[in-house]
C-alpha cells in the first residue's frame, strides 16, 4: 500500500461525520432544543430564555455577570435575551445602587408565577430521553466533565 492509499483510509476512518464526537453532541442538542420548543412553547419563551428563568428561580436579584457565568455566555449574547424578557414582563433590569457597573436581573410577578407553568417540563424531558434518573444523572456528569476538559484545552 502506498502513502496515498494509507492516507485516504485514515481519511475514510476517522472523518466520516457519522464517526465524530462533536456531530454526536450537536445531533442530540438539535434534537434536544426540538423538544423544549414544543414544551415552552406554551410558555412563550425560547429555550435560552428558559435557561436565564432557571437561573432567576433559582435565585432572583442576581447580576447579568452572575447570570452570565452559570450559562457559558457573554454579556453580548445575554443583553438581548434579557431584553426580550423584560419586554416579556417576566424580568427587570436596573444598575446596582453600590456599583453603577453592575446590573442586577430581578423577576416581576409574571416571571414568577411562569416557574409554576414550567415545573412540569424536566419530567417531560425525562420521558422524551426514556432514560432513568440515574442515567441522566451519568450522562450530565460526563458531559460537565466534558466541558471542563474542553475548557481547560482552550
Not at 485514515?10 to 450537536?26: E, M, N, W
Not at 414544551?39 to 447570570?67: C, F, H, N, R
Not at 407553568?117 to 441522566?136: E, N, R
Request: aromatic share 4%.
Amino acid at each position: 500500500m502506498n502513502s496515498n492509499q494509507d492516507d485516504k483510509k485514515v481519511q475514510q476512518t476517522l472523518l466520516p461525520v457519522d464517526q465524530q464526537l462533536c456531530f454526536a453532541l450537536y445531533s442530540a442538542n438539535l434534537a434536544m432544543h426540538k423538544v423544549y420548543r414544543q414544551l415552552l412553547a406554551p410558555l412563550e419563551i425560547t429555550y435560552p430564555q428558559y435557561l436565564v428563568m432557571l437561573v432567576l428561580w433559582k435565585q432572583d436579584g442576581v447580576t447579568v455577570s452572575e447570570i452570565g457565568e452559570q450559562l457559558f455566555l457573554d454579556s453580548a449574547t445575554l443583553t438581548p435575551l434579557l431584553k426580550r424578557l423584560e419586554s416579556a414582563g417576566l424580568l427587570r433590569r436596573q444598575r446596582s445602587r453600590q456599583d453603577e457597573r453592575q446590573v442586577i436581573v430581578t423577576l416581576t410577578e409574571a416571571g414568577q408565577a411562569l416557574q409554576a407553568k414550567a415545573v412540569g417540563i424536566p419530567v417531560a424531558i425525562q420521558c422524551a430521553t426514556a432514560c432513568d434518573p440515574a442515567t441522566l444523572q451519568a450522562l450530565k456528569q460526563q458531559l460537565d466533565d466534558l466541558r471542563s476538559s474542553l475548557n481547560q484545552a482552550t
